[in-house]
């Protein structure tokens, strides 16, 4: 079976590895001030937040932003991102969980809908970066899902990674969609951009911490 035959995680960043909560309700309210709405707490946020992003405004507005206004959105949020996101680090324990999981002699990737050229050297800043065969970005434009992103990614680890042996974490239902969208299981995740009751209808394992998360796809894989 060669190197197919071990289990493989592929890991979300931001709200997952990535402890960004306060950088995006920040970025998300600097953006919202552009089209007069009112700031939203986390708690709302997280109640609210699907994707694509468009249908996220589209709740608040009662309509779909016109092509001008999210390309205005977009622009304000990524801009106000890169400000706050310098004061956040990476979710507890984190870093020894991708250390462990390398160490019992598994494979894990990165997959995020960040931007690429953004991402690489904020994973290679934490020092993270050799935990992973592989860390993907987005290069397209912002706004999709992420199973056609999924698709690519495994694509390019073919020979490496079985689809039925691998587990996304993530913390949005999205990561779930993606996941069953290529043969792969999912383990979501409480702490970033969605609430427990938003993530439970996705029909897969919903967990507290990241350390649960890996113990649950150490059973699934296995």
Same mark, same amino acid.
């Given at each position: 079976?060669?190197?197919?035959?071990?289990?493989?995680?592929?890991?979300?960043?931001?709200?997952?590895?990535?402890?960004?909560?306060?950088?995006?309700?920040?970025? @998300?309210?600097?953006?919202?001030?552009?089209?007069?709405?009112?700031?939203?707490? /986390?708690?709302?946020?997280?109640?609210? *937040?699907?994707?694509? %992003?468009?249908?996220?405004?589209?709740?608040?507005?009662?309509?779909?932003?016109?092509?001008?206004?999210?390309? /205005?959105?977009?622009?304000?949020?990524?801009?106000? *991102? #890169?400000?706050?996101?310098?004061?956040?680090?990476?979710?507890?324990?984190?870093?020894?969980?991708?250390?462990?999981?390398?160490? #019992?002699?598994?494979?894990?990737?990165? /997959?995020?809908? *960040?931007?690429?050229?953004? &991402?690489?050297?904020?994973?290679?800043?934490?020092?993270?970066?050799?935990?992973? %065969?592989?860390?993907?970005?987005? @290069?397209?434009?912002?706004?999709?899902?992420? #199973?056609?992103?999924?698709?690519?990614?495994?694509?390019? &680890?073919?020979?490496?990674?079985?689809?039925?042996?691998?587990? %996304?974490?993530?913390?949005?239902?999205?990561?779930?969609?993606?996941?069953?969208?290529?043969?792969?299981?999912?383990?979501? *995740?409480?702490?970033?951009?969605?609430?427990?009751?938003?993530? %439970?209808?996705?029909?897969?394992?919903?967990?507290? @911490? &990241?350390?649960?998360?890996?113990?649950?796809?150490?059973?699934?894989?296995?």
């Amino acid at each position: 079976m060669g190197t197919k035959a071990r289990a493989h995680i592929v890991w979300d960043w931001n709200g997952t590895l990535f402890h960004d909560n306060d950088a995006i309700i920040g970025a @998300t309210n600097a953006a919202f001030a552009e089209l007069g709405l009112a700031p939203i707490t /986390l708690e709302q946020y997280r109640s609210l *937040y699907c994707v694509p %992003v468009p249908k996220f405004y589209e709740r608040l507005l009662g309509r779909l932003p016109t092509d001008a206004e999210w390309e /205005l959105m977009d622009g304000v949020f990524h801009r106000h *991102y #890169a400000e706050h996101r310098v004061r956040c680090g990476l979710t507890d324990g984190a870093a020894e969980l991708l250390a462990g999981w390398r160490s #019992a002699g598994h494979s894990q990737s990165l /997959l995020s809908m *960040y931007v690429h050229d953004e &991402l690489v050297p904020l994973v290679r800043g934490f020092g993270i970066e050799t935990h992973f %065969v592989r860390v993907e970005g987005r @290069t397209g434009p912002s706004g999709g899902s992420k #199973a056609e992103h999924m698709v690519r990614h495994l694509r390019a &680890l073919a020979g490496a990674v079985e689809p039925a042996r691998t587990v %996304v974490i993530g913390d949005a239902a999205d990561d779930a969609v993606a996941a069953g969208y290529v043969g792969a299981r999912a383990v979501l *995740y409480t702490g970033g951009s969605h609430s427990r009751a938003s993530l %439970v209808g996705a029909g897969v394992p919903v967990v507290d @911490t &990241l350390e649960e998360a890996v113990a649950e796809a150490q059973r699934i894989a296995a």
